[in-house]
Nanobody, 113 residues
Framework: VQLQASGGGTVQAGGSLRLSCRTS????????VSWYRQAQGNQRELVAR???????DYADSVKGRFTMSKDYARNTVYLAMDSLKPEDTAMYYC????????WGRGTQVTVSS
């Protein structure tokens, strides 16, 4: 498994969660990693992207609330989600392109009002 996503759950509005996406060392060092989400009945959308070097980019809907970061010791990319809203409810997927499209298994985030 080249991308292992975890950390979803159910929280109340205003709460926080941290998603993790563990990769292989080759991917971690050489490829950007993104988080996408797909709410029921909606298309999959890009939430945040962390390039190999430089700062992450965020969708307007999550700017100021979500933060991507890297843990070099664990080959893991995190998505810290604060001030969660019911509209953040979705299946979240991590993704990279390393020779091909690679998707992690989704992790469900549910935010209750």
């Amino acid at each position: 498994v080249q991308l292992q996503a975890s950390g979803g759950g159910t929280v109340q509005a205003g709460g926080s969660l941290r998603l993790s996406c563990r990769t292989s060392p080759n991917i971690f060092k050489a490829a950007p990693v993104s988080w996408y989400r797909q709410a029921q009945g909606n298309q999959r959308e890009l939430v945040a992207r962390l390039p190999v070097t430089g700062s992450p980019d965020y969708a307007d809907s999550v700017k100021g609330r979500f933060t991507m970061s890297k843990d070099y010791a664990r080959n893991t990319v995190y998505l810290a989600m604060d001030s969660l809203k019911p509209e953040d409810t979705a299946m979240y997927y991590c993704h990279t392109f390393y020779r091909r499209d690679i998707w992690g298994r989704g992790t469900q985030v549910t935010v209750s009002s």
